[in-house]
């Protein structure tokens, strides 16, 4: 590459916080610089994000992004709220840790929502259940998750240490690893544990039991050992983004769905449903069942907001749908 002044220099760096129109990128020998960012981008979704590699030029005091290096995987969520934009969360992420505080009995529900956005990443997912040490039920609550998402699971307490080594090695030879999960669950405090030190700031949840949204930013920090770890703050109203997300988090329900009699079968009143059958036999739990129903309604809602064309179909089946989920809560007594 060449350089047309002497004061120029060009460097691979990677972003470890991003700022509206800046980011701070950290260079090979740890140093951190503000630089701005002066790539081109048509969807937000290329713009530099936190795991992002990019190409740096310098010149004197002027530090600037020109190119985003391809990335393996991204982390990924549609903004909530009703737009169907989607949102980088982070990008890079070998290994995405869904983090649930053991201080609250956790909805499986919202583990499986988080699963969903960790798969469609393309990154490697892991549950792990903190603050064990508050809880006395973390090897069924761990069973429960294993045996009814399909998720691998760590128990750990960043109180006690318990766990710990187990999590970071998930950030083993130069792997990235990023902590995602409600407000208050506890991943600041996993980070810290992690890293051996107060690198980000926690702070207790509030009496309602709400988190507080302690962290406000994404934030990657180097480990010592070659690996990185993305802290993220508390995700609220965790939209689906991907349908590869839904099958791979409903993979069972999905295979039984194709074999079904027929090819666009509801799974409500239609003879012949697999996914009926397997509900009837006991093999798949109702509540199973109803989320991934809730799941796939989500999904189609997000992207029937991109798509005019299947809106009026899809309104036609969400009645239709509604209609005879009563009729069959009705003849199941519920
Ligand atoms: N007993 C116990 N408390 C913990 C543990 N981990 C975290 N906590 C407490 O849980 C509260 C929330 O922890 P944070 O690490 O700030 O949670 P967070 O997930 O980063 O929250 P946000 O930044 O708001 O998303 C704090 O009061 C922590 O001290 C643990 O292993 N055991
Ligand atoms: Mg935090
Ligand atoms: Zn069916």
Redesign the pocket.
Known sequence: MSTSSETTTAWTGRVVRGDRGSVRVVDGDGGVTTARVAVAVSDPLDAPCVGDWVSVVQTGDDVAVVAVLPRRTLLERAEPGGSSRHQPLAANVDVVAV?V?L?QMPSLEKVERLLVVAWSSGAAVHVVL?????ASDAADVADDITGQLGAAVIV?????GEGIPEVAALAADGATLALV??????????MNAIVGDEVVA????RSDGR?????VRRELVALPGGGWII?T??LRGVGVTASDGLASAFADVESLARSCRFADCTHEVEPGCAVRAALDSGSLTLRRYESWRTLQREALWLERRTDSRLAAEQNRQVRRTTREQRRFRRARGH
């Open positions: 983090v505080g201080d903190t603050k064990a040490d508050l750990c307490s960043a109180t006690t999960g409600s407000s208050g669950a506890g991943k600041s405090s996993l926690t702070s207790a949840i988190g507080r949204h302690t962290t802290d703050p508390g």
